[in-house]
T-cell receptor, first 113, second 111 residues
Framework: DAGVTQSPTHLIKTRGQQVTLRCSPKSGHDTVSWYQQALGQGPQFIFQYYEEEERQRGNFPDRFSGHQFPNYSSELNVNALLLGDSALYLC????????????FGPGTRLTVT | GIQVEQSPPDLILQEGANSTRRCNFSDSVNNLQWFHQNPWGQLINLFYIPSGTKQNGRLSATTVATERYSLLYISSSQTTDSGVYFCAVEQRETSGSRLTFGEGTQLTVNP
């Protein structure tokens, strides 16, 4: 049973650049949520995708955008990177947008210099 | 928005000890999950527990939804239990849902 996968594992970018992170959901899941985790803090909800549409959005600027593909995989895009965007980005999948349990991938660690 | 508070922020134990950590939340929630985050950042599902009590080996969890708190209990701690334990509550809205996390309890188990 394939779990949630994310790529890349690590990424180093320069301030002002753009980045794309990728997520494949757990087998049988159709909903993907993205979270940002700064060092020493709990994860913060960015947005949720279901049926290729953004269903919920947290308190993040428009520089953060996403996409979901017909195979349920998802991308997180961040434009005009700031130093404060350095964090662990976690993807979670579930069976439906109002689901009972979310399962997380291993994360992508983004460093902005 | 909903507030989630976890206590204590840190626990340092000797191998074999028992411990409890608490999660308080400020509003009604649809569901609650406990996670263990290992040193590599992976969040591992421990319990999905909107109410009641569940046990899985040395771990058990209890959620009292009417009083807005949950407890996670670990018995006979092992060094591999070290890491951060997060409580997350789910607010389910018309179009979707989101998890709101607490700040976590950092557990260190010494041999």
């Amino acid at each position: 049973d394939a779990g949630v996968t994310q790529s890349p594992t690590h990424l180093i970018k320069t301030r002002g650049q753009q980045v794309t992170l990728r997520c494949s959901p757990k087998s049988g899941h159709d909903t993907v949520s993205w979270y940002q985790q700064a060092l020493g803090q709990g994860p913060q909800f960015i947005f949720q995708y279901y049926e290729e549409e953004e269903r919920q959005r947290g308190n993040f600027p428009d520089r953060f955008s996403g996409h979901q593909f017909p195979n349920y995989s998802s991308e997180l895009n961040v434009n005009a990177l700031l130093l404060g965007d350095s964090a662990l980005y976690l993807c979670a999948s579930s069976s439906g947008p109002r689901a009972y349990e979310q399962y997380f991938g291993p994360g992508t660690r983004l460093t902005v210099t | 928005g909903i507030q989630v508070e976890q206590s204590p922020p840190d626990l340092i134990l000797q191998e074999g000890a028992n411990s409890t950590r608490r999660c308080n939340f400020s509003d009604s929630v649809n569901n609650l999950q406990w996670f263990h985050q290992n040193p590599w950042g992976q969040l591992i599902n421990l319990f999905y527990i909107p109410s009641g009590t569940k046990q899985n080996g040395r771990l058990s969890a209890t959620t009292v939804a009417t009083e807005r708190y949950s407890l996670l209990y670990i018995s006979s701690s092992q060094t591999t239990d070290s890491g951060v334990y997060f409580c997350a509550v789910e607010q389910r809205e018309t179009s979707g849902s989101r998890l709101t996390f607490g700040e976590g309890t950092q557990l260190t188990v010494n041999p």
